[in-house]
């Protein structure tokens, strides 16, 4: 009876001190998804084929980026192609992008900068803008 009551007091210590520690040690989820704000291009902005397009962007998050991919693509008579992809990890709060392309299209074409930025919690974001290059 004696080691009974050993062992229940034992497990009822532990019960006591693991729940206790889960109280201490809550995690607070971070909901909160990566901001993207796209300096340039200008949405609808026009350009002719030889330009140096300044792509630039700033992306802050409340805790920390993880993983950032931005795509140009163009769009001419249904066919759709992505000229450009650029990857950053910069594992902090805030992060620029500043890449240039020359254009090098000689027909009319559509173009979009999509970009995604997602934090460490896996919470995301996505921007684009569109413009038109002409010959």
Do not use: R, W
């Amino acid at each position: 009876m004696k080691n009974l009551l050993k062992l229940t007091t034992v497990l009822f210590a532990i019960a006591l001190t693991l729940t206790a520690c889960k109280k201490d040690e809550e995690e607070t989820i971070d909901k909160t998804a990566p901001t993207i704000n796209i300096i340039t291009p200008a949405n609808q902005e026009a350009h002719v084929s030889g330009d140096m397009l300044h792509l630039n962007v700033e992306f802050s998050d409340n805790d920390e980026l993880h993983e950032i991919v931005a795509y140009l693509i163009t769009t001419h008579m249904s066919m759709v192609d992505t000229v450009k992809t650029i990857h950053a990890h910069p594992d902090a709060a805030t992060h620029t992008m500043m890449e240039h392309y020359t254009i090098g299209t000689v027909t009319h074409t559509d173009f979009s900068f999509q970009v995604v930025a997602t934090d460490h919690s896996g919470n995301s974001s996505t921007a684009s803008t569109g413009f038109h290059v002409m010959q």
